[in-house]
């Protein structure tokens, strides 16, 4: 099966799977909840879709990483995070020790299931851009809140690391710089 073809049957069936679930959250939600269709315009990185847009059922989301980079080692204990490479290779590392590794190319996708360790790092010489789905949703309000954190203090700083171990704490994150 061509990989675009693969992407979109995935995709496809991730949201009626996961519109299964908005359903079932919406029916719990207030009647006066007002929901309006969504669009993003091309280029614009960061969350595309948030919980508040699918009743906490999922968040999408665009990611660019530079060449050389990637985050620590870490797990979820709340989410399973989806990703299709749309450009670049990332290099999945998946496991306790990171013993599963996982080159992905452009059409590309990686499922990382909640409590499993991993993580990814752009192998290439140009930027990686990829699509994250993240479910349920609220890992997004991770990132913008340490995007402000940032913002607000270097990560040199000494008080930094403990903040944002008590932010990653909040959101159900651990991280592990053994591998």
Sequence with gaps: MKPRRLFLTVLCFCFLLLFGVAAAQQSKQ????????????????????TGKDTLGAYSFGEFTAQPGTGPVPHRHSREDESFYILDGQLEFRIGERGERLILAAPGSLVFAPRGIPHTYKNVGTTPARAL?????????????????????LPTTDP?????????????????????
């Excluded at 207030?30 to 879709?49: C, H």
């Excluded at 994250?132 to 809140?145: M, N, R, T, W």
């Design 30 to 49: 207030s009647a006066s909840a007002q929901r309006e269709p969504i669009y993003i315009p091309p280029n614009s990185l960061g969350s595309k879709v």
């Design 159 to 179: 008080s930094y690391p403990g903040r944002d171990k008590t932010l990653s704490e909040k959101y159900g994150l651990e991280y592990s710089r053994d591998w």
């Design 132 to 152: 994250v789905i993240i479910s349920p949703a609220g890992l997004e309000k991770f990132f913008e809140e340490r995007n402000a954190l940032q913002k607000e």
